[in-house]
């Protein structure tokens, strides 16, 4: 199986972009996904495939991928966004998922 | 719409047994895989078992395997998730996924999840 390595917490003020990294050896093989989730809710998916962004996600959330590691970018982040943001992937045989540890996006 | 309504979940004793069960609608439910995701009470998302469109190929977590079983009913468009042998471990949300393809990928939808207590 493979790991999939967060930071625990990202710090931003309004307005600014917040990016959050995710790490794992996979991640050139694989596409990695994101999940937003607030406090009581189930998780949502904005982004997956790496880069793309399901119909209803607001246009500031975008995804990238470089080698080992994908990141998440939030351009003009706004108060609703504060959120904690997993990372996922898959393996190859396409048998098992695999979630990040999570990162606490907090809105200054 | 895509809908999914978990339920069996409650207070169970330790190496107790429960069954989880997940009614899907809105989508041609045979043609994606589907997936059981826990969440500890103030923890991350985890991941606990998979199974293919087809019921072909099923994955565990090693924290599960041997204890759980995933299975489908494709005709009754149902997941269902047998949990031998509980531990207080095992206590969290279990949320049912949809998968966006025939096998393990992406989840593009997630049911508002069922509360397991293991506790005596």
């Known amino acids: 199986s493979h790991e999939l390595t967060q930071p625990p917490s990202v710090s931003v003020s309004p307005g600014q972009t917040a990016r959050i990294t995710c790490s794992g050896d996979?991640?050139?093989?694989?596409?990695a996904s994101w999940y937003q989730q607030k406090p009581g809710q189930a998780p949502v998916v904005v982004i997956y495939?790496?880069?793309e962004r399901p119909s209803g996600i607001p246009e500031r959330f975008s995804g990238s991928s470089s080698g080992t590691t994908v990141t998440l970018t939030i351009s003009g982040v706004q108060a609703e966004d504060e959120a904690d943001y997993y990372c996922?992937?898959?393996?190859?045989?396409?048998?098992?998922?695999?979630f990040g540890g999570g990162t606490k996006l907090t809105v200054l | 719409e895509v809908q999914l309504v978990e339920s069996g979940g409650g207070l169970v004793q330790p190496g107790r047994s429960l069954r989880l069960s997940c009614a899907a609608s809105?989508?041609?439910?045979?043609?994606?895989?589907m997936h059981w995701v826990r969440q500890a009470p103030g923890k991350g998302l985890e991941w606990v078992s998979g199974?293919?469109?087809?019921?072909?190929?099923?994955g565990y977590a090693d924290s599960v395997k041997g204890r759980f079983t995933i299975s489908r009913d494709n005709a009754k468009n149902s997941l269902y998730l047998q949990m031998n042998s509980l531990r207080p471990e095992d206590t969290a949300f279990y949320y049912c996924?949809?998968?966006?393809?025939?096998?393990?990928?992406?989840?593009?939808?997630w049911g508002q999840g069922t509360l397991v207590t293991v506790s005596s």
């Open positions: 199974i293919s469109w087809n019921s072909g190929s099923a």
């Open positions: 996922q992937s898959a393996d190859s045989s396409g048998a098992y998922l695999v």
């Open positions: 996924a949809k998968d966006m393809e025939p096998s393990a990928s992406s989840v593009d939808y």
């Open positions: 996979a991640l050139p093989k694989q596409y």
């Open positions: 495939k790496d880069t």
């Open positions: 809105g989508f041609t439910f045979d043609d994606y895989a």
